[in-house]
């Protein structure tokens, strides 16, 4: 299927499509996509760094893959995406509002989750209408946990969203990187630092 | 990745693990005249399976019965009887959450009786491999080959594959592994082939090594955790979400769906690279083109040949995947051709269907000839209903001794 879809910040739809389904394809090693065409990855690199520095709250969502040390890879992502965080945090006027909240599991939570805490890959909009979150990067979260919440996000909400993806990557998100490591997340926050002050902040 | 490194190491069965592309692709190959049931033996001798489950229904009992001589060699890490097709499939599921590469057999009612669990697995998305073995479905019973069954499968959420020939069949077993594993596809393949017409014919088959199997499953890679009570799709199944009547759980349902759909999407680009493309054509510049699946391709063949001799210039499009099902490629592939033959085993001309929806100017397919409960599809019937079809005259095949 050719594509002319665009992968772009909501709200879309009452229920947008599955990015696939509209003929996005993932990326090859070495890619990375935006808005659903592939480029190179530091092109995609340098986009989301000025996602990160011009949205009002930034945030980042780490998953289950990445809360808990399971392993030593796990153990060097958290540790890298902290540094991210910190690094955003230092990089924003004091009117942007960093965050960082977890996505501790995927159980569905009745009658609801509270926001200040976590995201719910079932519920995300909650989580991002309540924190006013603009821009949010996933990381650590299964594929298919991920792409579920990057639609409903994509749906309802007018969040930009960055997929940090361990395996193949994310057509949901309206920027994804693939084969994620401790190294790519601290490049990511390298491009932070090297475009902090050079990016507009947001408007009130 | 991880099943890389395990490159050159041994299995339980002392094979020793090869990279998949060059297994498949450069090593050296034995040719064997095996009926299609021993290839599915000796595919699977090959394939690193953990677990196979079984419950006889012809035509799949003789290979899941030599399945079970795999398991007596120490090929297999477990293997038994369920208690019905519906019991096999659930215990396929709780193997397969349990991160094990799952491999099973079935035909025709045990296809239907079984339906209730395709979706479940897609949905959790299971890379499950299961043979369909078509036949009858219907009252009264037949045994015999009859593709019915393939419509039932489309919308499961599964990855479906139609098998031509026994060395299809062979190597699309293996391969299909490698794709439906894939993080991004992880789903049940069913990978159908017509019953009796490829499992009970002795066909030459180019095998690869026998000491060489693929790498193992790797559950880390799945989208989904693995065995993991408290969270869905194991948690979706005993506390389902979408039983709560408000919006949200609604949407995550939907969305969720979309996602198994989106899956058999990205699974486009892993089988067009380990099956050569989606679909294969010959003579794509024909004015008339034969297009179907599995054994009707053959007869489709034999057909062109007889056409041949009588001056008409046939083309052969051989649909490989219907699901994913290969839009771009058919609507590429017919774009020059005036009449559409599609030959079907089955009664409803489900594929034909497919065809007419998907390229421009439906009226070109010519639904038929469908033959169906068994009967075969003679090469002359083709050519016959082809003639009939362009207006030329051709002997009637029906009668006795005309």
Redesign the interface.
């Given at each position: 299927m050719s594509t002319m879809y665009e992968v772009l910040p909501g709200p879309e739809h009452f229920l947008p499509p599955a990015a696939a389904s509209m003929g996005v394809r993932l990326p090859d090693p070495g890619q990375a996509h935006i808005h659903g065409k592939i480029v190179n990855e530091d092109e995609a690199m340098e986009v989301a760094a000025r996602q990160f520095l011009s949205a009002k709250v930034p945030t980042i969502f780490p998953g289950p893959l990445v809360l808990w040390a399971w392993n030593e890879k796990a153990a060097k992502k958290a540790t890298a995406i902290r540094h991210l965080y910190e690094t955003i945090k230092e990089s924003v006027t004091p009117s942007q509002q960093a965050m960082l909240i977890p996505m501790p599991d995927y159980r569905p939570k009745y009658p609801k989750i509270n926001p200040e805490i976590e995201i719910n890959p079932n519920h995300p909009n909650l989580t991002i209408w309540h924190n006013k979150i603009d821009a949010c990067m996933f990381v650590g979260v299964h594929c298919h946990q991920a792409n579920l919440s990057l639609k409903i996000i994509r749906g309802g909400t007018y969040c930009y969203t960055i997929a940090m993806c361990a395996q193949a990557g994310h057509e949901d998100a309206m920027v994804s990187f693939r084969d994620a490591t401790a190294d790519k997340i601290m490049k990511l926050a390298d491009w932070v630092k090297k475009l902090k002050g050079s990016v507009e902040p947001p408007k009130d | 990745m991880a099943t890389q490194s395990l490159v050159g190491t041994k299995n339980r069965a002392g094979q020793v693990v090869e990279d998949p592309w060059k297994m498949m692709h450069e090593a050296e190959r034995t040719p064997c005249f095996f009926t299609g049931s021993e290839v599915i033996k000796e595919a699977i001798r090959r394939a690193n399976c953990d677990v196979m489950i079984a419950y006889p229904i012809t035509p799949q009992s003789e290979a899941a019965a030599l399945i079970g001589e795999l398991f007596a060699e120490g090929f297999i890490g477990d293997y038994f009887r369920g208690e019905s097709e519906f019991a096999v499939m659930s215990q396929c599921a709780g193997a397969a959450f349990g991160g094990a590469r799952v491999f099973t057999t079935t035909a025709g009612p045990g296809t239907m009786r079984a339906m209730e669990n395709f979706p479940m697995w897609a949905g959790a998305?299971l890379p499950i491999q299961m043979i369909v073995t078509c036949r009858g479905i219907n009252s009264p019973l037949s045994i015999q080959p009859d593709t019915l069954e393939i419509s039932y499968l489309l919308n499961t959420g599964m990855l479906v594959w139609h098998a031509e020939t026994a060395q299809d069949f062979y190597d699309w077993i293996l391969k299909g592994y490698m794709v439906s594993e894939?993080?991004?596809v992880?789903l049940p393949l069913a990978l159908c082939c017509d019953g009796f017409f490829v499992t009970h014919t002795k066909d030459v088959v180019n095998l690869t090594p026998a000491d060489m199997c693929l790498p193992p499953y790797d559950p880390y890679?799945?989208?989904?955790?693995c065995m993991d009570m408290?969270?869905?799709p194991v948690?979706m199944m005993r506390d389902p979400?979408v039983m709560?009547s408000n919006y949200?759980?609604y949407?995550?349902h939907?969305?969720?769906q979309?996602?198994v759909?989106?899956?058999i999407?990205?699974s486009r680009?892993h089988a067009i690279r380990w099956l050569d493309g989606l679909i294969e054509v010959d003579r794509p510049d024909a004015e008339i083109l034969i297009v179907s699946s599995g054994t009707a391709v053959s007869q489709g063949r034999e057909a062109q040949a007889l056409l041949e001799e009588d001056g008409i210039e046939v083309g052969i499009v051989k649909i490989k995947t219907l699901r994913p099902w290969p839009?771009?490629e058919i609507r590429e592939a017919t774009k020059k051709a005036k009449h559409i033959i599609v030959p079907e085993f089955n009664v409803t001309g489900w594929l034909a269907k497919e065809i007419r929806a998907t390229i421009d100017d439906g009226d070109r397919v010519f639904a038929g000839p469908h033959v169906c409960g068994g009967m075969t599809m003679p090469p002359e019937v083709i050519a016959a209903d082809l003639k009939k079809h362009l207006g030329l005259k051709s002997e009637s095949l029906a009668g006795r001794g005309s």
């Open positions: - | 998305r894939e993080p991004d992880h890679r799945s989208p989904v955790p408290e969270c869905p948690r979400f709560k949200i759980s949407a995550t939907a969305s969720w979309q996602e759909w989106a899956a999407e990205r680009k839009g771009d």
